[in-house]
């Protein structure tokens, strides 16, 4: 593929880079989507509920062509304390509104629209720097190759790499960063819907507050010293130390020289 003529480079495949392509290229805009994974979605991941109403506004009737894994007909909150929890639950009135997805197909689905209003994708290509002459950034630089164009959207994420070249943005300070794990356990569609109670294709999801989410928070004591020195070499105890959870585990940081996520 010629990497010549394009009017704009979206940086990132995920749903902002896809739908910034997308719209453009329905315009008529020569647009190039950049995404640095194998596909759209291979990197990403997420809590796994989308809410229905961005894709009506790019798809119309379409959005359901999207690849929905469930509606969510059930919703339940539960509030936790360590040793003591409290559940609601409740029913959506419309189940349409949103679905459960999954990111490695959501995307790449999101990125082949794109495509088929003609923006041009290019996956495994990560952009590593911006072109910028006189204060403008007129381009972006992935390997070897140096792409101009006349504006760049920077679509490659919540830390933003390219944001912070431009002078945009800077990092976000670590205490404000939680780290996150997830588990998906595959199970037979019956077995889902016996479980949770649902009928064929509804979904279930339930949100939790609370004990568990108060995260990288850490009192202002000894240890507090401790953590700040350890930001000094971009490296943090897991924040579960400071609860008497597993100790000596270290967790690399989003930061100076900590290198892309
Ligand atoms: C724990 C957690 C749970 C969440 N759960 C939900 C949920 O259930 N539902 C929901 O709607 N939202 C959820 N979100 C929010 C959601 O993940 C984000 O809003 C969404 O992913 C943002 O999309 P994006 O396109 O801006 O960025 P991303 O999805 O992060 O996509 C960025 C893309 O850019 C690519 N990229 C990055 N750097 C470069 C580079 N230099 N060159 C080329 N490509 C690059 C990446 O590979 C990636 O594909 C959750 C977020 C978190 C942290």
Same mark, same amino acid.
């Given at each position: 593929m010629s990497l010549e003529g394009f009017e704009v480079a979206v940086v990132g495949a995920g749903p902002a880079g896809s739908a910034a392509a997308l719209t453009l290229a329905?315009?008529?805009?020569?647009?190039l989507l950049v995404e640095r994974g194998s596909f759209p979605g291979s990197k990403?991941?997420?809590?796994?509920?989308?809410?229905?109403y961005a894709l009506k506004r790019l798809f119309g009737e379409r959005w359901k062509e999207a690849p929905i894994e469930r509606f969510v007909r059930k919703e339940g909150i539960t509030f936790l304390k360590n040793d003591s929890a409290f559940s609601i639950e409740y029913e959506a009135t419309d189940p349409t509104l949103s679905f459960t997805a999954i990111r490695a197909k959501f995307d790449k689905w999101l990125g082949e629209q794109a495509e088929k209003a003609g923006a041009s994708l290019i996956n495994d290509a990560r952009v590593d720097d911006l072109l910028i002459d006189k204060g403008q950034v007129r381009g972006i630089v992935a390997g070897q190759d140096k792409i101009p164009t006349d504006a760049v959207i920077?679509?490659?994420?919540?830390?933003? @790499?390219l944001a912070r070249k431009a002078g945009l943005v800077t990092m976000q300070e670590p205490q404000t960063i939680s780290m996150g794990m997830k588990d998906v356990i595959e199970l037979p569609s019956e077995t889902i819907e016996e479980r949770f109670g649902l009928d064929s294709g509804e979904g279930a999801a339930n949100v939790f507050v609370g004990s568990p989410t108060d995260g990288g928070k850490i009192e202002n004591s000894s240890e507090d010293q401790a953590f700040h020195q350890e930001r000094e070499d971009h490296r943090v105890r897991c924040p579960y130390d400071s609860r008497g959870g597993p100790k000596n585990v270290e967790?690399?940081?989003? @930061?100076r020289n900590a290198g892309s996520r």
């Open positions: 329905r315009e008529g805009v020569q647009v990403n991941v997420f809590g796994g509920r989308i809410y229905s920077a679509c490659d994420g919540t830390t933003t @790499g967790t690399p940081l989003y @930061g």
